[in-house]
């Protein structure tokens, strides 16, 4: 799927994507990021799979994306997108959010 190799091009990158993780991921962040509502723009994956029912919708959207969980969990969605070739559109952006939204 266009997914598994456009993510696929994420592990070429390496070290980039950790180091993309922490730029993007403040210190403060995961205490706001708990009490606040999940978002496909500010939530990073990470956060996402804490929540079972999250981490739910999320696999049922994009299945494939249990194979860089490691690579990718301290970046959003949105972010991730960009590298994915189009496997994650705005139309997928916003299935997830509406998903995200149905859980709170």
């Known amino acids: 799927?266009?997914?598994t190799a456009?993510?696929?091009g994420l592990a070429l990158l390496g070290l980039a994507a950790p180091?993309?993780?922490q730029e993007a991921t403040p210190a403060s962040a995961p205490a706001a990021e708990a009490s606040a509502k999940l978002s496909v723009e500010t939530t990073t994956i990470g956060e996402i799979l804490k929540n079972e029912k999250a981490?739910?919708?999320l696999e049922k959207q994009l299945p494939e994306?249990?194979?860089y969980y490691d690579q990718i969990s301290g970046m959003t969605l949105a972010q991730v997108a960009p590298m994915s070739q189009g496997a994650?559109?705005?139309a997928k952006?916003?299935?997830i959010?509406?998903?995200f939204d149905a859980i709170q």
Do not use: E, G, V, Y
């Open 19 to 21: 180091a993309l993780a």
């Open 93 to 95: 952006l916003k299935a």
């Open 55 to 57: 981490k739910a919708a």
């Open 65 to 67: 994306i249990t194979a």
């Open 88 to 90: 994650i559109d705005d």
């Open 6 to 8: 456009a993510l696929a």
């Open 1 to 3: 799927m266009k997914l």
């Open 97 to 99: 959010q509406a998903d």
